[in-house]
């Protein structure tokens, strides 16, 4: 009876556990301790920088922060080591920082409709990375390192970007594996 009874509580327990790794924060006022978040979204509350406390949360896997006045990405990202879905989408960010590239566990990285222009070298560090959507942005080209990113990427979303023809051949050259998301140019002259 006793082993029943205990293993009735440690089914509880762990129940407990999994519940809450599938609870989905919606405000930094809800959270008692950091470590218990797992999945943090914080679109369209008019923030105009990363709370600080989000990088208290050292278990966080997925952080939803777009459509804010987010404009720009503090060093520390880089301390969220077990983040797999980052989006940043609609805010105003203009530089991607180098410290994303620790991010070894992310799987997607959204900043579409962001002013961003160029990427850092220390993403193609994301051994993991599937998706990169950079849709409505203006990049137009990813450092040489970035052929690491190769075989791990699956799509890239560049659409809305002001790509060339020369620009799409030179990323199809670098990545040829991944499936790209763009506008045809007519290459008009």
Request: net charge positive; glycine share 4%; hydrophobic share 40%.
């Amino acid at each position: 009876m006793k082993r029943l009874l205990l293993l009735v509580l440690v089914l509880a327990v762990c129940s407990g556990v999994a519940a809450q790794a599938d609870k989905v924060y919606k405000s930094l006022n809800d959270v008692r301790r950091p470590d218990s978040v797992y999945h943090l979204k914080l679109n369209f509350k008019r923030l105009k920088a990363i709370p600080p406390k989000v990088f208290e949360m050292h278990n966080l896997r997925t952080l939803d922060l777009g459509r804010n006045f987010i404009d720009s990405i503090p060093p520390e990202i880089g301390t969220l080591s077990n983040l797999e879905v980052l989006d940043l989408r609609r805010n105003r960010i203009r530089i991607v920082p180098g410290e994303l590239g620790r991010l070894k566990k992310l799987r997607v990285l959204n900043l579409s409709r962001n002013p961003i222009l160029d990427m850092p070298d220390e993403i193609s560090g994301l051994e993991n990375l599937e998706e990169l959507i950079l849709w409505c942005t203006g990049v137009v080209s990813f450092p040489p390192s970035f052929v690491a990113l190769n075989y791990t990427l699956k799509v890239i979303d560049l659409r809305v970007c002001p790509l060339t023809w020369d620009d799409q051949q030179a990323i199809e050259q670098l990545l040829p594996t991944p499936r790209k998301r763009w506008d045809y140019v007519c290459n008009c002259q």
